[in-house]
């Protein structure tokens, strides 16, 4: 569905010398990146702010030209063929509204169904459905304008994929939102993967997106592309240590073991800390299980966040 191979996109940024006297200088904000990404896959793009994520979206829809490098999307050239290109896909832009402002919702969407030759038939099943697992209705009839930030993201969220796009970019799609609008935008996100295998390309800093909805992540820094791979694979890796709770059948006035650190005890219940490069789990389950009677016990695995923070504060790929 999309094949990128050594891209690169470079700006020209000019700073002040002195008084009256400035200069150019030549950023490289994408770094000759490559990957392809496959029909239905969800992937999440990931990265601290300037780290190229934004202008990798903007090539792909056809907003950017590359400097260099190969680009195709569902078999185009994005900035090349651009309008049967916007045809075929959807996209929303964090905080920025696609739909118009002083017109209410439905009038947007009816906009919407012209400009994209949407069949009746098919524009009125996909809005009934976007309406039931959006809840639209409460504001169908407002201007754009005048709805919460939690009520536009959902109104232009069903916009972008009113016309049944083969491709959808969300770029920071929950950003500045409350828990329940985030909720309803992710069982959304879930909803269309799942029955129309919609591939889509994620940009957040919100990582509970990443963890509820992608099994694939990229990372990207200083516009070059650092992992691309399952999700689990990155915590695999570079999840750092882990922890096992552990509730005891009766009461132990030592419980240490080795290749593991007690870090909290608390009556029948402690928790041990360990390094999943130096033991696994089923290797400290097997050592706690055979020195002490246990009545039940779970491992933890380490935040998604606080992986990603680790990655890049260290500086581990």
């Known amino acids: 569905m999309i094949t990128v191979e050594h891209l690169v996109k470079e700006f020209h940024v000019f700073e002040r010398r002195g008084w009256l006297r400035r200069r150019t200088r030549l950023v490289r904000a994408v770094d000759g ?3 392809t990404i496959t029909p239905g896959e969800l992937v999440g793009y990931l ?8 202008t990798t979206i903007k090539m ?9 490098g190969v680009v195709q999307v569902n078999g185009r050239v994005p900035w090349r063929e651009r309008v049967a290109h916007v045809g075929r ?5 964090g905080q920025r509204n696609t739909l118009w402002p002083d017109l209410p919702v439905a009038d947007s969407f009816d906009l919407l169904r012209h400009i994209y030759h949407i069949p009746p038939d098919r524009y009125r099943a996909n809005l009934q459905e976007f309406r039931d697992l959006l809840g639209l209705d409460d504001f169908m009839g407002f201007p754009v304008r005048t709805l919460s930030l939690g009520q536009r993201m959902r109104a232009n969220l069903a916009a972008a994929w009113l016309h049944d796009p083969d491709i959808v970019f969300l770029d920071e799609p929950t950003i500045g939102l409350d828990v329940v609008a985030k909720e309803h935008i992710r069982a959304f996100l879930q909803r269309v993967k799942l029955e129309r295998g919609t591939t889509v390309i994620l940009t957040t800093h919100d990582l509970a997106d990443v963890e509820r909805l992608c099994e694939r992540v990229m990372m990207i820094d200083h516009g070059q592309l650092l992992f691309d791979g399952k999700l689990a694979e990155l915590v695999e890796r570079f999840g750092g ?3 096992l709770v552990v509730d005891f059948a009766e009461s132990y006035a030592d419980v240490a073991v080795d290749g593991a650190t ?10 041990y800390r360990f390094a999943r490069a130096k033991i696994t789990a089923s290797e400290l389950i097997s050592r706690v299980s ?3 009677r246990l009545r039940d016990l779970s491992v933890r695995e380490p935040e998604i966040e606080a992986t990603i923070r680790r990655i890049y504060e ?3 790929l």
């Not at 990265?47 to 190229?52: H, L, R, T, V």
């Not at 896909?89 to 832009?93: D, K, Q, R, S």
Request: proline fraction near 5%; charge should be positive.
């Open 33 to 35: 990146i490559s990957f």
């Open 47 to 54: 990265g601290p702010n300037g780290a190229g994520k934004s």
């Open 60 to 68: 792909l829809t056809g907003i950017l030209v590359p400097s260099a």
């Open 89 to 93: 896909i959807g996209a929303v832009f």
């Open 241 to 243: 240590e882990r922890e």
């Open 262 to 271: 007690v870090t909290q005890r608390e009556g029948l219940r402690a928790t």
């Open 290 to 292: 055979a020195r002490y």
């Open 314 to 316: 260290q500086k581990l």
